[in-house]
DNA sequence: GTTAGCATGTAAGGAGTTACATGATTTT
DNA sequence: AAAATCATGTAACTCCTTACATGCTAAC
């Protein structure tokens, strides 16, 4: 869905970044985490972790850290390196629509304890407004193309906008505890307009 | 997601199902009708055409329909072939696996009304039942996993939770709908609102 | 007459899946 | 000892996107 190469990448410089871990564990977590859909393949994983170690975004950490437990090797343990750490906090700073896609958002969304309010909240800001553009645009070619419409057609569609403006409900009430938490100002009352987004 | 190439084509049989179209219009119906979103290109559409066109599922319409407008040529016309409607019933009728997956699922439905109702029952219960999957596959996982979980990584799942579990209980509605409609027992309540949802 | 939108296509390439291939370790 | 599961990897392939390229038609 995603089609930004950058989303496995992003996935895992973030779960590197909470410890070091071993290419099969990090395929379980992927798959937790963004596992609405779609599950992850090995094929996909392991050249993107060859790939990063190439880019010195990775390293392979020292094999024998307790002598005790000797043999047990065989499993390769990944750590951030200090470029990956960079790497990590340059693309999670990134606010433009390459960060409103779907999985994208969400990789984003699931590290953002890594990053400022006002990345969040740009970050917020600009899915919803990306929601709501879409929200828009369905309705407005529906009231164009509604002529006779089929049942379930129709019950599809109807279905589909309720659950993106389930979204953009979430996305306000998150954007609202953000802001409410960044002074001690009570919340102001809550803006409908949805703000024109700012790129990167 | 949905990885069957068999995904445009089956839109674009339904799509043809209901009549005579090109494909700029065909395209603006199919982002419309999957447009939750992806968009989908022409890069990926005409090469798709071109293949039911080899296949002969679909053929061009004779240009000449009315003479008096001679010119306004050059959009190019498909209709279903009756290999091509053939082929339509047979994806539809498929009750298996790649009928439960998330596009493959919403394309489907949208064309459910060209199938009989045990088609629909089943294709409703198996994505239901793999969705209710997903939940406790999920769920055993977040128990056994769950140590110091971050703030917006359990905020995430919990609004993922959540959504599949409101997509649960509208599939349940259908099928109970469906269900309701099957025997000659007369629609009770009045419709006009096909909706038997009881959300949130 | 020039911009904007309609309409069709192709080439190159990215991203990920499937299927294959291998072997170690733990559980039964 | 077998079966399950952990663990890593590769090759071929599919699907789709991006960017490019072209020309017609409507509106301003």
Redesign the interface.
């Known amino acids: ?1 995603a089609r930004r190469g950058e989303t496995i990448e992003l996935a895992v410089l973030g779960l590197l970044h909470e410890g070091p871990m071993h290419g099969y564990e990090l395929r379980k977590r992927l798959n ?2 963004l ?4 599950l992850l393949s090995y094929g996909s994983l392991y050249p993107a972790l060859k790939k990063m170690l190439r880019g010195s975004l990775i390293a392979e950490v020292a094999p024998d850290q307790v002598p005790g437990v000797a043999s047990r090797r065989q499993r390769i343990v990944y750590q951030l390196t200090d470029k990956g750490a960079a790497e990590f906090e340059r693309l999670m700073s990134e606010v433009g629509p390459t960060a409103w896609e ?1 999985d994208n958002f ?1 990789i984003r ?5 890594s990053t400022d309010m006002e990345i969040r909240l740009r970050v917020l800001e600009g899915r919803r407004s990306r929601l709501q553009e ?1 929200l828009d645009r ?1 309705q407005r ?2 009231a164009m ?1 509604q002529k006779e419409v ?7 569609q ?3 906008v ?3 403006e ?2 953009v409900r ?1 996305l306000s009430d ?1 954007i609202n505890a953000e802001r409410g938490a960044r002074t001690d100002t009570p919340p102001p009352p809550p803006s409908p307009a949805p703000s024109p987004a700012g790129n990167d």
Chains 1, 2 share one sequence.
């Open positions: 869905m937790l985490m596992g609405w859909g779609r779907d969400d969304f699931r590290f953002f304890s879409r369905v070619e529906l193309t089929d049942r379930y057609a129709a019950e599809l109807r279905h589909g309720e659950s993106v389930r979204e979430w998150l």
